[in-house]
């Protein structure tokens, strides 16, 4: 015979009421224990950015921690510069931010392309790289290793032109 002040669970053992008021007390605070932890763990989640938008974060930001960037597509703005000695010797493309931080980024045009033909219907020349040196360009692309360094690899370039349309040189 059970005692009065005993009940029997779903899965038969008998508990007293007083093992009961133990045990709501103890799921009470494992259930306040797991609301505190998720809503903690809300605040150190990823940044989530949806496929096929690009983060927009500074050269400084890059440069100081790029493996951080590296599967991610990134736009970042900044003046392009040529660090090596010379354009056709020795190119080393660089986009430099307003703080001083650069990181290297590829090519996106060809880097010199044949004179036109002489005649009255030349076409345009195509714009080359060194049309966009000194320049302040939109860049979006993605890091990738190359040689050991995390290059940006340019999907995109937009250069950033004033309200009078010459650019901010």
Known sequence: MEHPTSFRLFFGRNFNLIDREKMMSKITSLAAICLALSVASCCH?????PAGTSLKVEIEVIAKDPAKFSDRLLETEGVLKN???NYFTDLRLVLTG?????IEVTAWAPLEVPPPRPGPNRP???KVMS?????????TGRLED???KLILRV???EEIIDREGTDEK
């Open 98 to 102: 307003n703080k001083g931080g650069e």
């Open 124 to 126: 345009r020349r195509p």
């Open 146 to 148: 190359q040689g050991g």
């Open 83 to 85: 660090a090596g000695g």
């Open 155 to 157: 999907e995109k370039a």
């Open 45 to 49: 989640q990823k940044t989530v950015v």
């Open 131 to 139: 049309d966009f040196l000194d320049r302040r360009m939109r860049l």
